[in-house]
Protein backbone atom coordinates (compact mmCIF):
# COMPACT_ATOMS: atom_id res chain seq x y z
CA UNK A 1 0.00 0.00 0.00
CA UNK A 2 1.02 3.51 -0.83
CA UNK A 3 0.29 7.08 0.23
CA UNK A 4 -2.48 8.68 -2.59
CA UNK A 5 -0.73 11.07 -5.12
CA UNK A 6 0.11 14.41 -3.42
CA UNK A 7 0.36 13.04 0.34
CA UNK A 8 2.92 12.34 2.13
CA UNK A 9 4.30 11.37 5.28
CA UNK A 10 6.43 13.21 7.76
CA UNK A 11 8.94 10.72 8.70
CA UNK A 12 10.61 11.08 12.37
CA UNK A 13 14.26 11.35 11.05
CA UNK A 14 12.70 14.54 9.04
CA UNK A 15 10.82 15.75 11.82
CA UNK A 16 13.50 18.00 13.73
CA UNK A 17 12.71 20.79 11.10
CA UNK A 18 8.66 20.86 11.81
CA UNK A 19 9.14 20.46 15.51
CA UNK A 20 11.22 24.03 15.50
CA UNK A 21 9.45 25.83 13.25
CA UNK A 22 6.53 25.15 15.24
CA UNK A 23 8.11 26.01 18.63
CA UNK A 24 9.46 29.54 17.02
CA UNK A 25 6.18 30.52 15.91
CA UNK A 26 3.49 29.24 18.91
CA UNK A 27 6.31 31.21 21.09
CA UNK A 28 6.29 34.62 18.81
CA UNK A 29 2.06 34.03 18.52
CA UNK A 30 1.98 34.31 22.43
CA UNK A 31 4.06 36.95 22.81
CA UNK A 32 2.06 39.15 20.21
CA UNK A 33 -1.08 38.33 21.76
CA UNK A 34 -2.54 35.39 19.75
CA UNK A 35 -4.38 32.81 21.11
CA UNK A 36 -4.95 29.11 19.57
CA UNK A 37 -7.91 27.78 17.89
CA UNK A 38 -8.44 24.64 16.92
CA UNK A 39 -11.35 24.24 13.96
CA UNK A 40 -12.03 21.23 12.02
CA UNK A 41 -10.99 19.63 8.93
CA UNK A 42 -14.18 19.37 6.95
CA UNK A 43 -16.74 21.68 6.84
CA UNK A 44 -20.04 22.34 4.77
CA UNK A 45 -18.94 22.93 1.02
CA UNK A 46 -20.73 25.97 0.72
CA UNK A 47 -18.78 27.47 3.65
CA UNK A 48 -16.27 27.40 1.04
CA UNK A 49 -17.77 28.09 -2.08
CA UNK A 50 -19.51 31.55 -0.53
CA UNK A 51 -15.76 33.02 1.07
CA UNK A 52 -13.40 31.53 -1.35
CA UNK A 53 -15.76 32.81 -4.27
CA UNK A 54 -17.65 30.49 -6.81
CA UNK A 55 -15.27 31.03 -9.54
CA UNK A 56 -11.51 30.59 -8.37
CA UNK A 57 -9.58 27.74 -8.70
CA UNK A 58 -9.62 26.34 -5.38
CA UNK A 59 -13.40 25.85 -5.15
CA UNK A 60 -13.19 25.32 -9.18
CA UNK A 61 -10.61 22.94 -9.41
CA UNK A 62 -9.12 22.01 -6.31
CA UNK A 63 -11.43 21.20 -3.39
CA UNK A 64 -11.77 17.46 -1.87
CA UNK A 65 -15.58 17.73 -2.30
CA UNK A 66 -17.81 14.68 -1.61
CA UNK A 67 -21.28 13.62 -0.15
CA UNK A 68 -21.62 11.68 3.11
CA UNK A 69 -23.80 9.19 3.88
CA UNK A 70 -26.94 11.27 4.00
CA UNK A 71 -25.91 13.10 0.87
CA UNK A 72 -24.58 16.33 2.64
CA UNK A 73 -21.84 17.99 0.59
CA UNK A 74 -18.53 18.45 2.48
CA UNK A 75 -15.04 19.64 2.16
CA UNK A 76 -11.98 19.17 3.19
CA UNK A 77 -10.69 22.82 4.25
CA UNK A 78 -8.71 24.10 1.49
CA UNK A 79 -7.49 26.75 3.82
CA UNK A 80 -8.28 28.13 7.23
CA UNK A 81 -9.65 31.49 7.07
CA UNK A 82 -13.21 30.44 6.04
CA UNK A 83 -13.53 28.02 8.93
CA UNK A 84 -12.27 30.45 11.59
CA UNK A 85 -14.81 33.26 10.18
CA UNK A 86 -17.36 30.97 10.92
CA UNK A 87 -16.51 30.05 14.11
CA UNK A 88 -16.26 33.76 14.96
CA UNK A 89 -19.73 34.61 13.85
CA UNK A 90 -21.02 30.51 15.85
CA UNK A 91 -19.79 31.43 18.51
CA UNK A 92 -21.03 35.21 18.99
CA UNK A 93 -17.60 35.97 20.01
CA UNK A 94 -18.17 39.60 19.05
CA UNK A 95 -20.60 40.00 21.01
CA UNK A 96 -18.18 39.74 24.34
CA UNK A 97 -15.82 40.82 22.64
CA UNK A 98 -15.21 41.87 19.13
CA UNK A 99 -11.26 41.92 19.09
CA UNK A 100 -9.68 38.41 18.73
CA UNK A 101 -5.94 37.33 17.80
CA UNK A 102 -6.21 33.55 16.72
CA UNK A 103 -3.56 31.56 15.72
CA UNK A 104 -3.85 27.69 13.75
CA UNK A 105 -1.82 25.19 12.59
CA UNK A 106 -2.93 22.40 10.49
CA UNK A 107 -3.05 20.42 7.39
CA UNK A 108 -4.96 21.66 4.23
CA UNK A 109 -6.37 19.70 0.87
CA UNK A 110 -6.14 21.35 -2.73
CA UNK A 111 -6.29 18.53 -5.96
CA UNK A 112 -3.46 20.65 -7.35
CA UNK A 113 -0.66 19.60 -9.48
CA UNK A 114 1.75 17.86 -7.31
CA UNK A 115 5.06 19.16 -7.78
CA UNK A 116 8.72 20.07 -5.04
CA UNK A 117 6.79 22.56 -2.59
CA UNK A 118 3.30 21.58 -4.14
CA UNK A 119 1.26 19.08 -2.24
CA UNK A 120 -2.46 17.83 -2.08
CA UNK A 121 -2.41 17.46 1.57
CA UNK A 122 -0.15 20.54 2.48
CA UNK A 123 0.20 22.09 5.99
CA UNK A 124 -0.45 25.91 7.00
CA UNK A 125 0.47 28.48 10.07
CA UNK A 126 -2.45 30.42 9.89
CA UNK A 127 -2.83 33.69 12.46
CA UNK A 128 -6.28 35.84 12.13
CA UNK A 129 -7.26 39.33 13.83
CA UNK A 130 -10.97 40.30 13.87
CA UNK A 131 -12.35 43.83 15.03
CA UNK A 132 -9.67 46.02 13.97
CA UNK A 133 -9.75 48.45 10.95
CA UNK A 134 -6.50 50.02 11.93
CA UNK A 135 -3.78 49.72 9.73
CA UNK A 136 -1.07 48.85 12.25
CA UNK A 137 -2.32 45.23 12.56
CA UNK A 138 -1.92 44.47 8.65
CA UNK A 139 1.88 46.11 9.46
CA UNK A 140 2.10 43.78 12.68
CA UNK A 141 1.11 40.49 10.52
CA UNK A 142 3.28 41.20 8.32
CA UNK A 143 6.14 42.13 10.96
CA UNK A 144 5.83 38.78 12.46
CA UNK A 145 6.44 36.66 9.50
CA UNK A 146 9.07 38.89 9.18
CA UNK A 147 10.47 38.44 13.06
CA UNK A 148 9.28 34.57 12.08
CA UNK A 149 11.52 33.92 9.13
CA UNK A 150 14.10 35.69 10.47
CA UNK A 151 14.30 33.86 13.69
CA UNK A 152 14.20 30.73 11.65
CA UNK A 153 17.57 31.74 9.92
CA UNK A 154 15.84 32.79 5.94
CA UNK A 155 17.80 35.82 4.49
CA UNK A 156 16.42 35.39 1.32
CA UNK A 157 12.97 37.20 1.90
CA UNK A 158 10.96 39.91 0.18
CA UNK A 159 7.40 41.36 1.50
CA UNK A 160 5.21 42.23 -1.62
CA UNK A 161 2.19 44.29 -0.53
CA UNK A 162 -0.59 45.91 -2.18
CA UNK A 163 -3.53 47.26 -1.43
CA UNK A 164 -6.91 46.08 -3.31
CA UNK A 165 -9.50 48.75 -2.45
CA UNK A 166 -12.34 48.55 -0.44
CA UNK A 167 -16.46 48.77 -1.32
CA UNK A 168 -16.10 52.47 -1.66
CA UNK A 169 -13.20 52.20 -4.59
CA UNK A 170 -13.72 48.98 -6.40
CA UNK A 171 -16.84 49.33 -8.47
CA UNK A 172 -14.64 52.35 -10.07
CA UNK A 173 -11.72 50.24 -10.54
CA UNK A 174 -13.72 47.01 -12.06
CA UNK A 175 -15.41 49.18 -14.62
CA UNK A 176 -11.79 50.45 -15.50
CA UNK A 177 -10.43 46.99 -15.76
CA UNK A 178 -13.28 45.87 -17.11
CA UNK A 179 -12.89 48.40 -20.08
CA UNK A 180 -9.50 47.59 -20.50
CA UNK A 181 -10.20 43.75 -20.58
CA UNK A 182 -12.62 44.10 -23.35
CA UNK A 183 -10.02 45.15 -25.56
CA UNK A 184 -8.31 42.03 -24.79
CA UNK A 185 -10.82 39.46 -25.18
CA UNK A 186 -8.82 37.69 -28.21
CA UNK A 187 -6.23 36.79 -26.24
CA UNK A 188 -7.51 35.56 -23.15
CA UNK A 189 -8.12 31.52 -22.15
CA UNK A 190 -11.79 30.37 -21.82
CA UNK A 191 -11.62 30.41 -18.39
CA UNK A 192 -10.68 34.41 -17.84
CA UNK A 193 -13.65 34.72 -20.41
CA UNK A 194 -15.52 33.22 -18.19
CA UNK A 195 -14.74 34.59 -15.44
CA UNK A 196 -14.95 38.11 -16.86
CA UNK A 197 -18.31 38.90 -15.83
CA UNK A 198 -18.38 37.62 -12.10
CA UNK A 199 -15.20 38.29 -10.74
CA UNK A 200 -12.68 40.24 -13.17
CA UNK A 201 -10.34 41.03 -10.31
CA UNK A 202 -9.49 36.98 -10.85
CA UNK A 203 -7.93 37.26 -14.55
CA UNK A 204 -5.16 38.99 -12.90
CA UNK A 205 -4.26 36.01 -11.38
CA UNK A 206 -4.28 33.97 -14.59
CA UNK A 207 -1.35 32.20 -14.43
CA UNK A 208 -1.28 31.35 -18.74
CA UNK A 209 1.00 33.14 -20.59
CA UNK A 210 -1.32 34.53 -23.09
CA UNK A 211 -3.60 35.94 -20.52
CA UNK A 212 -0.55 37.43 -18.32
CA UNK A 213 1.23 39.24 -21.35
CA UNK A 214 -2.13 40.70 -22.34
CA UNK A 215 -2.87 42.11 -18.94
CA UNK A 216 0.72 43.94 -18.02
CA UNK A 217 -0.82 47.33 -18.45
CA UNK A 218 -4.38 46.31 -17.18
CA UNK A 219 -5.27 49.39 -14.32
CA UNK A 220 -3.78 48.52 -10.78
CA UNK A 221 -6.03 48.78 -8.14
CA UNK A 222 -3.32 50.93 -6.34
CA UNK A 223 -4.07 53.76 -9.10
CA UNK A 224 -8.03 53.54 -8.45
CA UNK A 225 -7.90 53.50 -4.38
CA UNK A 226 -10.43 55.93 -2.20
CA UNK A 227 -8.75 58.33 -0.18
CA UNK A 228 -9.23 56.14 3.25
CA UNK A 229 -7.60 53.31 1.68
CA UNK A 230 -4.62 55.48 0.31
CA UNK A 231 -4.64 56.62 3.89
CA UNK A 232 -4.25 53.14 5.18
CA UNK A 233 -2.13 51.70 2.54
CA UNK A 234 0.28 54.38 3.63
CA UNK A 235 -0.15 53.90 7.45
CA UNK A 236 1.21 50.06 6.32
CA UNK A 237 3.90 51.26 4.25
CA UNK A 238 5.50 53.71 7.18
CA UNK A 239 4.93 51.29 9.96
CA UNK A 240 7.01 48.82 7.87
CA UNK A 241 9.68 51.33 6.57
CA UNK A 242 9.87 52.21 10.26
CA UNK A 243 10.45 48.81 11.31
CA UNK A 244 13.23 47.85 9.40
CA UNK A 245 11.03 45.26 6.99
CA UNK A 246 12.36 44.46 3.61
CA UNK A 247 9.01 44.99 1.39
CA UNK A 248 8.23 46.03 -1.89
CA UNK A 249 4.55 47.45 -3.64
CA UNK A 250 3.76 45.13 -6.01
CA UNK A 251 0.54 46.55 -7.95
CA UNK A 252 0.31 43.06 -9.89
CA UNK A 253 -0.57 40.95 -6.59
CA UNK A 254 -4.18 39.85 -6.40
CA UNK A 255 -4.13 36.93 -4.33
CA UNK A 256 -6.09 33.61 -5.60
CA UNK A 257 -8.95 34.38 -3.55
CA UNK A 258 -11.97 36.61 -3.65
CA UNK A 259 -12.62 38.01 -0.11
CA UNK A 260 -9.56 40.11 0.11
CA UNK A 261 -9.95 43.89 0.95
CA UNK A 262 -7.37 46.62 0.40
CA UNK A 263 -3.72 45.24 2.10
CA UNK A 264 -2.68 42.01 0.55
CA UNK A 265 0.42 40.53 1.06
CA UNK A 266 2.95 37.83 -0.08
CA UNK A 267 6.66 36.86 1.55
CA UNK A 268 8.89 35.38 -1.21
CA UNK A 269 11.88 33.97 -1.41
CA UNK A 270 14.39 32.67 -3.94
CA UNK A 271 15.78 29.90 -2.47
CA UNK A 272 13.45 27.03 -3.66
CA UNK A 273 14.64 28.10 -6.66
CA UNK A 274 12.49 29.85 -8.69
CA UNK A 275 10.60 32.53 -6.69
CA UNK A 276 8.14 30.86 -4.36
CA UNK A 277 5.90 32.14 -1.84
CA UNK A 278 6.06 30.70 1.45
CA UNK A 279 3.62 32.69 3.15
CA UNK A 280 0.33 35.16 2.28
CA UNK A 281 -2.36 36.88 3.53
CA UNK A 282 -4.35 39.89 3.54
CA UNK A 283 -7.81 41.98 4.82
CA UNK A 284 -10.83 40.77 4.63
CA UNK A 285 -12.97 43.28 6.04
CA UNK A 286 -16.59 42.23 4.36
CA UNK A 287 -16.09 38.62 4.67
CA UNK A 288 -17.39 38.28 8.33
CA UNK A 289 -20.62 40.13 7.19
CA UNK A 290 -21.15 38.36 4.22
CA UNK A 291 -21.03 34.91 5.79
CA UNK A 292 -24.09 36.65 8.53
CA UNK A 293 -21.92 38.12 11.18
CA UNK A 294 -21.68 41.81 11.76
CA UNK A 295 -19.72 44.03 9.66
CA UNK A 296 -16.73 43.28 11.19
CA UNK A 297 -12.41 43.92 10.02
CA UNK A 298 -10.02 41.59 9.85
CA UNK A 299 -6.91 40.55 8.25
CA UNK A 300 -4.86 37.15 8.40
CA UNK A 301 -2.03 34.77 6.83
CA UNK A 302 -0.91 31.66 5.99
CA UNK A 303 2.59 30.55 6.00
CA UNK A 304 3.21 27.52 3.56
CA UNK A 305 4.85 24.73 6.33
CA UNK A 306 5.91 22.71 3.95
CA UNK A 307 7.92 25.04 1.60
CA UNK A 308 9.43 26.60 4.89
CA UNK A 309 11.04 23.37 6.04
CA UNK A 310 11.95 23.14 2.09
CA UNK A 311 13.40 26.58 2.31
CA UNK A 312 15.12 26.01 5.73
CA UNK A 313 16.08 22.27 4.29
CA UNK A 314 17.71 24.02 1.34
CA UNK A 315 19.84 26.45 3.82
CA UNK A 316 21.18 23.41 5.63
CA UNK A 317 19.33 24.42 8.75
CA UNK A 318 18.40 21.14 10.23
CA UNK A 319 19.20 20.92 14.13
CA UNK A 320 21.31 18.41 15.58
CA UNK A 321 19.95 15.33 16.81
CA UNK A 322 18.74 14.73 19.89
CA UNK A 323 21.37 13.24 22.49
CA UNK A 324 20.20 10.46 24.60
CA UNK A 325 21.29 11.01 28.45
CA UNK A 326 21.63 8.11 29.63
CA UNK A 327 22.14 4.05 27.71
CA UNK A 328 21.27 1.51 30.42
CA UNK A 329 23.47 -1.94 29.33
CA UNK A 330 22.12 -4.93 31.27
CA UNK A 331 23.36 -8.01 31.42
CA UNK A 332 20.80 -10.80 32.07
CA UNK A 333 17.66 -11.13 33.32
CA UNK A 334 17.88 -9.63 37.25
CA UNK A 335 19.98 -6.81 35.60
CA UNK A 336 17.46 -6.18 32.98
CA UNK A 337 14.57 -6.33 35.39
CA UNK A 338 16.43 -3.54 37.20
CA UNK A 339 17.12 -1.45 34.34
CA UNK A 340 13.46 -1.49 33.57
CA UNK A 341 12.54 0.06 36.81
CA UNK A 342 15.66 2.53 36.74
CA UNK A 343 14.63 3.79 33.08
CA UNK A 344 11.15 4.23 34.20
CA UNK A 345 11.73 6.26 37.12
CA UNK A 346 14.51 8.30 35.26
CA UNK A 347 12.30 9.40 32.25
CA UNK A 348 9.48 9.94 34.63
CA UNK A 349 12.01 12.67 36.14
CA UNK A 350 13.11 14.44 33.08
CA UNK A 351 16.16 11.77 32.14
CA UNK A 352 16.05 10.65 28.63
CA UNK A 353 17.14 6.95 29.30
CA UNK A 354 16.74 3.79 27.15
CA UNK A 355 16.99 0.10 27.78
CA UNK A 356 17.13 -2.68 24.89
CA UNK A 357 15.37 -5.64 26.24
CA UNK A 358 16.47 -7.88 23.05
CA UNK A 359 19.15 -9.55 25.05
CA UNK A 360 22.10 -8.88 23.30
CA UNK A 361 25.89 -9.30 23.74
CA UNK A 362 27.92 -6.33 25.55
CA UNK A 363 29.40 -5.48 22.49
CA UNK A 364 26.24 -5.22 20.14
CA UNK A 365 24.70 -3.12 23.25
CA UNK A 366 27.78 -0.66 23.06
CA UNK A 367 26.87 -0.17 19.64
CA UNK A 368 23.48 0.71 19.68
CA UNK A 369 24.27 3.35 23.18
CA UNK A 370 26.95 5.03 20.40
CA UNK A 371 24.13 4.85 17.50
CA UNK A 372 21.65 6.34 19.62
CA UNK A 373 24.39 9.26 20.99
CA UNK A 374 23.92 8.45 24.50
CA UNK A 375 26.33 10.79 26.70
CA UNK A 376 26.43 8.10 29.63
CA UNK A 377 26.29 4.56 29.61
CA UNK A 378 25.40 2.35 32.81
CA UNK A 379 27.00 -1.28 32.57
CA UNK A 380 25.13 -3.63 34.87
CA UNK A 381 26.12 -7.10 34.08
CA UNK A 382 25.96 -10.25 36.69
CA UNK A 383 29.79 -8.84 38.25
CA UNK A 384 28.65 -5.66 38.62
CA UNK A 385 25.88 -6.70 40.45
CA UNK A 386 27.44 -8.95 42.65
CA UNK A 387 30.29 -6.14 43.46
CA UNK A 388 27.50 -3.45 44.05
CA UNK A 389 29.59 -1.44 41.75
CA UNK A 390 27.96 -0.61 38.61
CA UNK A 391 29.95 1.61 36.36
CA UNK A 392 28.90 5.34 35.01
CA UNK A 393 30.73 5.19 32.03
CA UNK A 394 31.15 9.15 30.10
CA UNK A 395 31.40 8.81 26.59
CA UNK A 396 32.43 11.57 25.55
CA UNK A 397 35.50 11.66 27.64
CA UNK A 398 35.45 8.05 28.68
CA UNK A 399 36.16 8.91 32.50
CA UNK A 400 34.19 5.83 34.90
CA UNK A 401 31.95 5.94 37.99
CA UNK A 402 31.30 2.90 40.61
CA UNK A 403 27.69 3.73 41.30
CA UNK A 404 26.02 0.97 44.30
CA UNK A 405 23.01 -0.17 43.38
CA UNK A 406 20.65 1.55 45.47
CA UNK A 407 22.08 4.85 44.59
CA UNK A 408 21.32 4.52 40.94
CA UNK A 409 18.22 6.81 40.23
CA UNK A 410 19.44 9.70 42.55
CA UNK A 411 22.91 9.66 41.62
CA UNK A 412 22.18 9.74 37.44
CA UNK A 413 19.65 12.55 38.13
CA UNK A 414 21.88 14.52 39.87
CA UNK A 415 24.83 13.90 37.43
CA UNK A 416 22.81 14.17 34.33
CA UNK A 417 19.79 15.87 34.12
CA UNK A 418 20.92 18.42 31.59
P1 LIG B 1 -2.78 30.58 -0.04
O1 LIG B 1 -3.76 30.13 0.99
O2 LIG B 1 -3.04 30.01 -1.40
O3 LIG B 1 -2.54 32.03 -0.02
O4 LIG B 1 -1.41 29.90 0.39
C1 LIG B 1 -0.61 30.37 1.43
C2 LIG B 1 0.70 29.64 1.39
O5 LIG B 1 0.46 28.25 1.53
C3 LIG B 1 1.41 29.75 0.04
O6 LIG B 1 2.24 30.87 0.03
C4 LIG B 1 2.19 28.48 -0.05
O7 LIG B 1 3.44 28.63 0.56
C5 LIG B 1 1.36 27.51 0.75
N1 LIG B 1 0.62 26.60 -0.17
C6 LIG B 1 -0.50 26.83 -0.86
N2 LIG B 1 -0.87 25.76 -1.58
C7 LIG B 1 0.05 24.81 -1.33
C8 LIG B 1 0.25 23.45 -1.76
N3 LIG B 1 -0.60 22.84 -2.59
N4 LIG B 1 1.33 22.77 -1.29
C9 LIG B 1 2.20 23.35 -0.43
N5 LIG B 1 2.07 24.61 0.01
C10 LIG B 1 1.01 25.34 -0.43
Not at 36 to 55: D, N, Y
Not at 317 to 327: A, Y
Request: aromatic content about 8%; overall charge neutral; glycine content about 6%.
Amino acid sequence: MQTIRGFRDILPENIALWQKVEKEATRLFKQFGYEEIRIPILEKTELFARSIGEVTDIVEKEMYTFADRKGDKLTLRPEATASIVRSYIQHKMYAAEPVRKFYTIGPMFRRERPQKGRYRQFYQIDAEVFGVESAYVDAELVFILNELFTALGLSDLKAHINSLGCAECRPSYQKALLDFISTKTEHLCENCLRRMDKNPLRILDCKVESCANALTDAPATLDHLCSACDDHFNTVKRALEQQNVAFTVDKSLVRGLDYYTRTAFEILTTNLGAQSAVAGGGRYDRLTEELGGPPTPAIGFAIGYDRLVEVMEALDNVPTPDVLDLFILTLGDDATHKGYIWASELNRMGLRCEVDYRGKSMKALMKRANKLNARHVLIVGEDELAKNALILRNMTTKEQTDIQVDQVVDTCLARLKP
